[in-house]
């Protein structure tokens, strides 16, 4: 296939994608930015193969979230922050765990149908629930495990465990899941 069949080709993709993928790829877009943006606004030194190796992977992540691109991204932004980033549990943490998960799970839905697939709202709202029930609990997990962590409560990481598994069950229910379905 030569280089104007698949530009061709792609755009023909693109021209055929529905709303539900292009909202998925645009989160991806956005939530990725702001994953990048906010650790890069920080005082303390980040490593510069972050934003670079970064910028490219979310780029092919947004145009093909099937690929391990995003897998990538998330991997190199959640390191850069734990090799360089202070231990302190801070807002621009929080916001950048929340845009990484967006980036998930964005890429989870966008990677389920081809660009070229039409999906209705129904699949949409399917994965807006859960989406937003996720992105609604990082904060209060990661509130809650500071409170903890700062009150040297014993048993400390059984409790933040157990409020992990509880959001989880929250989102896995909230997204329509069943435990006697097969």
């Known amino acids: ?23 998925a790829r645009v989160a991806i877009a956005v939530a990725g930015a702001v994953a990048l943006v906010v650790p890069a606004l920080q005082s303390w030194d980040q490593m510069p ?3 670079i ?3 490219a992977m ?27 980033a202070p231990a302190d549990l801070t807002w621009a943490l929080v916001v950048t765990a929340i845009a990484l998960l ?11 149908l081809p660009s070229y697939g039409r999906a209705g709202r129904r699949a949409l709202r399917r994965w807006v629930l859960p989406a937003t029930i996720a992105a609604l609990l990082a904060p209060v997990v990661a509130i ?5 962590r700062g009150a040297d409560v014993p048993g400390s990481l059984l409790v933040t465990v157990g409020a992990l598994i509880g ?10 899941q069943s435990l006697t379905e097969r």
């Open 102 to 112: 967006v980036v998930h799970l964005a890429t989870a839905f966008a990677g389920q």
């Open 58 to 84: 979310l780029l092919v992540a947004v145009v093909l979230p099937d690929s391990a691109a995003a897998l990538v991204f998330l991997a190199v932004v959640a390191g850069g922050w734990v090799v360089r």
């Open 144 to 148: 809650a495990a500071a409170l903890v």
């Open 1 to 23: 296939m030569t280089a104007a069949e698949r530009i061709t080709r792609l755009l023909a993709e693109l021209r055929g994608a529905s709303q539900a993928s292009w909202i």
């Open 53 to 55: 190796v970064g910028t």
């Open 49 to 51: 193969l972050v934003p």
């Open 167 to 176: 959001a989880t069950a929250a989102v896995w229910f909230a997204s329509g």
